[in-house]
């Protein structure tokens, strides 16, 4: 059985950072892709950041590109969002995910708030 568990979130004020991780539990066959989603209140559930495993190559939403940075642990299966110049609008629930052909795993995620 796969698990994701994120950890990191919390209170921050705007223009803080914070560091999220993604820790995974039971083994992924195939090649995969983790990223980070968000969903804020009344909205849906958006891309923020994901990365290939193993060759490293990133995607970033264009609303974090320059502030947050996707980064990757491949030997032990995690992956990190580290949050500079946090803005308000941030303020959402972060869910990790792992992605291959065959699966689809999500974390349970992590709440971000952003406010003074």
């Known amino acids: 059985q796969v698990q994701l568990v994120e950890s990191g979130g919390g209170l921050v004020q705007p223009g803080g950072s914070l560091r999220l991780s993604c820790t995974t539990s039971g083994t992924i066959f195939g090649a995969n892709t983790m990223g980070w989603y968000r969903q804020a209140p009344g909205k849906e559930r958006e891309l923020v950041a994901n990365i290939n495993m193993r060759h490293g190559y990133t995607i970033y939403a264009d609303f974090v590109k320059g502030r947050f940075t996707i980064s990757r642990d491949y030997a032990n299966n995690t992956v990190y969002l580290q949050m500079n110049s946090l803005k308000p609008e941030d303020t959402a629930v972060y869910y990790c995910?792992?992605?291959?052909?065959?699966?689809?795993?999500w974390g349970q995620g992590t709440q971000v708030t952003v406010s003074s």
């Open positions: 995910n792992s992605r291959t052909i065959y699966s689809d795993y």
